[in-house]
């Protein structure tokens, strides 16, 4: 497991954070929530696999079926 | 030294989501207190699984039944998944959410408590007169 993912989404919040910024100072407010959701989207399925994967350890280790 | 490396990566990671927050970034703030949470995790899955393969060899060479402490095993790991998922909606202040998760958990571990509730009234039963 590595760190990087940690700073990958946190790099990937802040730049967003700025395109948000500069899309709503040119009057694209419509952009700048696809551009949010989008990367909610894309940040989501790095974590979602994660979580599977917890969740399987989990179940193995505890015996949970 | 894990050790370090765990609070070295809990605090980068709370330096992190503060900033996010800073810049009104809540959904990421939440993905990356998760991640730190699953990482966290990752790292200890080793002695965790350690620790449990000691007391079910322990609980073997005691004669112990078996299904009980299995039982036992399954209550411990829903109640880590359950804390998993209710801290996460806490955090994100879904307060209501949160308890309905640890709803859920309790009836469930009840259900699996069930048995050994039955065994310990049959055993009082048995010793009473």
Redesign the interface.
């Known amino acids: 497991m590595d760190i990087s993912l940690i700073f990958k989404i946190a790099s990937i919040g802040i730049l967003l954070g700025i395109l948000n910024i500069i899309l709503d100072k040119a009057d694209k407010k419509e952009f700048s929530y696809i551009v949010t959701l989008v990367g909610v989207i894309i940040v989501f399925g790095m974590v979602i696999t994660l979580i599977s994967r917890l969740f399987d350890n989990i179940r193995a280790i505890f015996q949970l079926y | 030294m894990e050790i370090v490396q765990i609070v070295g990566?809990g605090i980068?990671?709370t330096i992190?989501v503060i900033?996010?927050k800073q810049?009104?970034?809540l959904?990421?703030?939440l993905?990356?207190s998760?991640?730190?949470g699953?990482?966290i995790?990752?790292?200890v899955?080793d002695k965790?699984?350690y620790i449990?393969d000691t007391l079910g060899n322990l609980a073997r060479n005691a004669n112990m039944e078996f299904t009980y402490f299995?039982t036992i095993?399954?209550i411990?790991?829903?109640a880590?998944?359950v804390e998993?998922g209710a801290q996460i909606s806490r955090d994100a202040g879904e307060n209501a959410i949160a308890s309905k998760i640890e709803l859920g958990g309790k009836v469930i571990m009840m259900v699996l408590a069930m048995p050994i509730i039955l065994a310990l009234l049959d055993l009082i039963l048995k010793i009473l007169p």
Request: net charge positive.
């Open positions: 990566i980068i990671s992190l900033l996010l810049s009104n970034r959904e990421f703030a993905l990356v998760t991640i730190t699953l990482i995790f990752a790292l899955i965790i699984k449990v299995s095993l399954k411990i790991g829903i880590y998944i998993f």
